[in-house]
């Protein structure tokens, strides 16, 4: 069992809709990172979160910490949101080693 | 601009022969680390490196080695190439764990045959 879950693993919505996708962990963490990957492969670092919630734009991060559960929502999706999204975790003991998720793939339709 | 630089993007190359993927950032990040992103598994850790001569094994780091002499260049050494690490690499950087996210290179398709 992966120390990271995410779900679910493909989503397709209609544009505008509001998105969610959910990681949770088992582990201690430290952060918990919010990544990004479009077609082609490229990763952009959307959010990394210790508590509580950020928001950037249309896109928002939350976690709880208790529950060992982070949520990335979008609002007013569009299809340039279209991408596979990723959780990693940091572990708690001081140093950088990275769990991730398997990914979302989110697919927004025009 | 700030961007962690990867070369080759792309490579072929023969079971056994020594190759180097360089990584190079030029945010004075001290933190770098190394994944390997394979279908159906997502992204591994291979190693990471807390600052010069310092680095540690991810989950994965099996067949591979790294060295850190100098903050920005973190290069990544397959001594013997194998065809099980044929794979999509990439590497990052970070400025610490509690100010800010990381900066990753645009990847590395290598295929061993």
């Known amino acids: 069992k992966n120390e990271v879950e995410q779900s679910p693993q493909n989503l397709t919505a209609q544009e505008g809709e509001f998105i969610t996708i959910n990681c949770s962990y088992s582990v201690g963490i430290s952060a918990l990172h919010w990544l990004q990957q479009h077609p082609g492969g490229g990763i952009v670092s959307l959010f990394m979160?210790?508590?509580g919630k950020k928001k950037h734009g249309r896109l928002i991060a939350t976690i709880n910490i208790q529950e060992k559960h982070s949520s990335l929502h979008i609002t007013a999706s569009h299809p340039r949101d279209s991408a596979v999204y990723i959780c990693?975790?940091?572990?708690?003991?001081?140093?950088?080693?990275?769990?991730f998720g398997t990914g979302t793939r989110l697919t927004i339709i025009p | 601009e700030a961007q962690v630089t990867q070369n080759p993007r792309y490579l072929i190359t023969v079971t056994g022969k020594k190759l180097t993927v360089t990584c190079s950032q030029n945010m004075n990040h001290e933190y770098m680390s190394w994944y390997r992103q394979d279908p159906g598994l997502g992204l591994r850790q291979i190693y990471y490196?807390?600052?010069?001569?310092?680095?540690d094994k991810g989950d994965v780091p099996e067949g591979y080695k790294v060295s850190r002499k100098e903050k920005r260049n973190f290069p990544l050494i397959l001594e013997s190439p194998s065809p099980n690490q044929t794979s999509l690499y990439f590497c990052?950087?970070?400025?610490?764990?509690?100010?800010?996210?990381?900066?990753f290179g645009s990847g590395t398709r290598l295929t061993v045959v």
């Open positions: 990052a950087s970070s400025s610490s764990r509690d100010s800010g996210g990381y900066t």
């Open positions: 990693a975790a940091n572990n708690n003991f001081g140093n950088e080693k990275l769990t």
């Open positions: 490196s807390m600052n010069v001569e310092v680095t």
């Open positions: 979160l210790s508590s």
